[in-house]
C-alpha cells in the first residue's frame, strides 16, 4: 500500500506516461483499434490521477518536493547541470490543468480525426503524446536548464502537430512559420540561461540555493561578500534587469506577446484538437507558466515587471481590436487567446502572481471548451470554417451551442461565468498599482478597453454561427456528432460555469464566505516572502498581500467593487453592441463599413509584411554582407597565408608535373640561381 508521503515517488510517471502513449502510437499504432488513440486516454488519465494525488497530498501536510535526478555535468569549481522534480502548488495545479486538457483533447480527437479516410493518424496520437509529456516534464522541472530544454521540446511537438496535413498548402507554412518565430524569442531565452549560469552558478528555481534566492540576498541591504555574484561590471540590479529580459524573449514567444504574436493565428491550419491543447494548456500556457515559476526572481525587479505589465495590456487590446473583423470561427479564437494571455501578463507584471495564475486556470477551461466547440461546428459543417455560412445552428447542435455559450459568457467577463472573476482580479491588480508608475497605468487602462472589444467580437462569433437563419445548404444540414465530442463539451461547459468560485474576492466581499481555495493554496509559492522583497524594491506589490489573502476591507472594499462594476458595465456594454449589429436574422457585415480601418485590421496590422520585409529586406541584406565580408576577407586572408610560398601547399602541388623536362630545368635554373648567390657573396666578402 503506497503512503501519502511515499506519493512523489510515482511524480515522474506523470510525464513518463504520456511518453510510453507517444511510443506505442509511434511503433504499434498502425495495428491498434484506435490507432494510439486509446493507449493515449489511458495514459493521459493517469498522470490527471498522479497530478490531482499530488494537489491533495500538498492539501493535506503542505510539504513540496524537490529532488535532482540526474546529474550530466558536476564540476567543484563552477556549477552542475541536473534534471530533477520541483513540485509545489504553482506546478501540482498546473500539472492538473494540462493532464486534464490533455485527456479531453483525446477523447474528443475520436469523434473528430479517426474517420475511415484520415491518414497518419498514429503520427498524430504520437505527437499528442509526446507533446502532453514534454509539457508535463516542463513544469515539473526544478531548474531553468531542464525548462529549457523542454520548453524547446514542447515547440518541438508543436511544429509536427501544426503541420499535421502536410500535405496540403497550409500547414507546413503555418508549422515552418510557428517554429521560426518562436525560435527567434527562445534563442534570447537560450543566452538568459547561460547567463543565469554564469552569474549564479545555478538555475535552480526553489530553495536557498536556488538563482531567486541568491538574487534576493544580494539585493538585500544586508547583502554581504558571501554572496556575491559576477555582475561582469554592471550593477546587480541592472545586471539582473538584463537577464530577466533575456528569459522574457523566450516567454513572448511562446505565449504569442507582441511582437512575436503572428505565428498562432497561422498556427489554426492545424487539426483542432490540437489547437485546444496549444491555446489552453501546452505551448501557449508554458511562457506565462515560466514567468510565474521565475516570480521569486522577477519580484526583485520592478521595472521589467512593468513592461511585462504594459506588453501585457498592449497585447490584450491589440489583439482584440483584430478579432473583430474576423471570418473564420478558429481565427477569433486565436486572437482570443493572444488577447487573454495579455491580461496574465498584465496581472504578472502588476504583482498578481495569483491573479495570473487564476486566469490562466480559468482560461484554459473556457478556451479549451470554445475550440473543441468550434471543432464541433466544424464537423457539422464538413469541415468549413467561414461564420457567414454558418447560421441557424443553435436548435440542430443544442449541446454544443450551450456549452459554447457558456464559454462565450466566461471569455466576454459576464458575471457569473468563471472569466468574470478571474478577468475582474486581474484588472484589480493593475488598478491598484497603475498609479504607481506610467507603463502599469497604461497597461490598465489598454486591458480595461479590452473588455469591451472581447465582448464585441465574443457576442458577434455566437450570433454568427449559431443564430439567425442558415446562410449554406450546410448550415441548414449540419452533421450530427458522437458521445466522444459531446462528453468533453460538457464537461468543460460545467467548469466554465463554475471554475471562477475557486477565488472569488467580491463573493467573500458581500456575503463574508471564505472559498478562496486557489490563493490559498498558492499562497505558500509566493506571496509574503516574495512580495516583501518586491515591496523593497519598488513598492511595487503595495497592499497585494491583503487582497491577495482575502483580508480586503474598508477603502479596499469600495475599490474592488468599483473595479469590477467597469469592467461589468463595459462587458455588458460590448455585448450590446454586438447584439444591435448581428442579432437579426440576416446579419449585415457591419465591419466592412470600416473602410480602411478594416483593411488594416484584416491585414493585421501589416505585422507579417513588415516581419517578412525585416527578413528578406534587411536581415537577408546584413546576412548576405556578412558572408562575402567572411569569404572574401576573412577566408580570403587564411588562403593567402596558407599560399605565399611555392614550397608550400597548392603552389607546391603545382611544380610536381611529372615531366623529366620540366626537372631538369628547374634543377639547371636552381644550379645557376646558386652559382649566381655565391658569386654575389663572394663580391659582398
Known amino acids: 500500500m503506497v503512503t501519502v508521503a511515499g506519493i512523489y515517488a510515482y511524480a515522474p510517471a506523470i510525464a513518463v506516461l504520456p511518453f510510453v502513449s507517444f511510443l506505442v502510437a509511434l511503433l504499434v499504432g498502425r495495428w491498434l483499434p484506435r490507432k494510439g488513440a486509446l493507449s493515449g486516454i489511458l495514459a493521459t488519465l493517469g498522470s490527471l490521477g498522479l497530478s490531482v494525488a499530488m494537489v491533495g497530498h500538498l492539501v493535506l501536510t503542505g510539504e513540496g518536493y524537490d529532488e535532482t535526478m ?95 496535413w502536410f500535405r496540403e498548402e497550409g500547414p507546413p507554412s503555418g508549422a515552418k512559420k510557428a517554429f521560426l518565430v518562436t525560435r527567434f524569442g527562445d534563442y534570447f531565452f537560450l543566452v538568459g540561461v547561460v547567463g543565469v549560469l554564469a552569474t549564479f552558478k545555478t538555475a535552480g528555481f526553489a530553495g536557498e540555493n536556488g538563482f531567486p534566492a541568491v538574487a ?146 480559468t482560461h484554459a477551461m ?18 468549413e470554417e467561414d461564420m457567414w455560412l454558418m447560421g441557424g445552428l443553435k436548435d440542430e447542435m443544442r449541446v454544443t451551442y450551450l456549452t459554447f455559450l457558456a464559454g462565450s459568457l466566461a471569455l466576454a467577463g459576464i458575471f457569473p461565468f468563471a472569466g468574470f472573476w478571474s478577468k475582474d482580479e486581474v484588472l484589480f491588480e493593475a488598478l491598484a498599482h497603475g498609479l504607481e508608475s506610467p507603463l502599469l497605468l497604461g497597461g490598465y487602462l489598454m486591458g480595461l478597453a479590452a473588455v469591451f472589444v472581447t465582448a464585441v467580437y465574443t457576442v458577434r462569433m455566437v450570433l454568427l454561427t449559431f443564430h439567425g437563419d442558415p446562410r449554406s445548404d450546410l448550415a441548414a444540414d449540419p452533421e450530427a456528432v458522437r458521445w466522444n465530442v459531446k462528453l468533453p463539451l460538457s464537461a468543460l461547459g460545467v467548469l466554465a460555469v463554475v471554475a471562477g468560485f475557486l477565488n472569488p474576492v467580491p463573493i467573500q466581499t458581500l456575503t463574508g464566505v471564505h472559498v478562496e481555495f486557489l490563493h490559498d493554496f498558492l499562497d505558500n509559492a509566493a506571496s509574503e516572502e516574495l512580495l516583501t522583497s518586491a515591496h523593497h524594491y519598488g513598492d511595487l506589490t503595495k497592499e497585494f498581500a491583503g487582497y491577495s489573502t482575502g483580508t480586503v476591507a474598508g ?118 640561381a646558386l652559382l649566381v648567390a655565391f658569386a654575389a657573396m663572394g663580391g659582398w666578402f
Open 216 to 361: 534576493e540576498r544580494v539585493l538585500s541591504p544586508e547583502a554581504s561578500a558571501e554572496v556575491a555574484v559576477d555582475t561582469f561590471g554592471f550593477a546587480p540590479e541592472t545586471w539582473f534587469a538584463v537577464l530577466g529580459l533575456l528569459v522574457l524573449g523566450g516567454v513572448l514567444g511562446k505565449s504569442a506577446q507582441f511582437p512575436f504574436h503572428t505565428w498562432l493565428p497561422d498556427a489554426m491550419e492545424g487539426p483542432t484538437p490540437v489547437s485546444a491543447l496549444i491555446h489552453a494548456a501546452t505551448m501557449v500556457a508554458a511562457g506565462v507558466f515560466l514567468v510565474a515559476r521565475m516570480y521569486g526572481f522577477y519580484a526583485l525587479l520592478p521595472t521589467v515587471l512593468a513592461i511585462i505589465a504594459f506588453t501585457g495590456g498592449f497585447t490584450a487590446l491589440f489583439a482584440a481590436t483584430m478579432a473583430v473583423v474576423k471570418n473564420e470561427i478558429k481565427q477569433v479564437l486565436a486572437y482570443s487567446t493572444i488577447s487573454q494571455y495579455g491580461y496574465m501578463m498584465l496581472a504578472l507584471g502588476a504583482g498578481g502572481y495569483v491573479a495570473a495564475f487564476f486566469h490562466l486556470t
Open 555 to 672: 477603502g479596499e472594499t469600495a475599490t474592488v467593487l468599483i473595479s469590477a462594476g467597469l469592467s461589468l458595465g463595459l462587458a455588458v456594454a460590448g455585448a450590446v453592441v454586438a447584439l444591435r449589429l448581428y442579432g437579426g436574422a440576416d446579419p449585415a457585415r457591419h465591419t466592412e463599413k470600416l473602410g480602411g480601418l478594416r483593411t488594416l485590421l484584416m491585414h493585421n496590422y501589416y505585422q507579417d509584411e513588415y516581419q517578412v520585409w525585416l527578413a528578406e529586406g534587411l536581415t537577408l541584406g546584413v546576412a548576405r554582407a556578412a558572408d562575402a565580408f567572411d569569404r572574401g576577407v576573412v577566408d580570403g586572408a587564411v588562403d593567402k597565408v596558407s599560399s605565399v610560398s611555392l614550397l608550400s601547399g597548392y603552389g607546391l602541388r603545382r611544380l610536381q608535373t611529372g615531366i623529366v623536362t620540366n626537372y631538369a630545368a628547374l634543377i639547371s635554373l636552381s644550379v645557376l
Open 70 to 164: 540526474y546529474t550530466f555535468v558536476e564540476t567543484a569549481e563552477t556549477f552542475d547541470l541536473t534534471f530533477g522534480l520541483l513540485i509545489d502548488p504553482l506546478s501540482a495545479a498546473m500539472l492538473v490543468i494540462v493532464s486534464f486538457i490533455a485527456v479531453l483533447v483525446h477523447v474528443f480527437s475520436l469523434g473528430y480525426m479517426n474517420d475511415e479516410d484520415e491518414p497518419g493518424l498514429p503520427r498524430y496520437y504520437a505527437g499528442l503524446g509526446l507533446f502532453t509529456a514534454s509539457m508535463l516534464a516542463f513544469v515539473l522541472s526544478s531548474n531553468l536548464l531542464m525548462a529549457f530544454f523542454f520548453f524547446e521540446l514542447v515547440g518541438l511537438c508543436s511544429y509536427l502537430l501544426i503541420g499535421h
Open 366 to 383: 473556457f478556451k479549451a471548451l470554445l475550440f473543441l466547440g468550434a471543432g464541433s461546428v466544424i464537423i457539422a459543417m464538413h469541415h
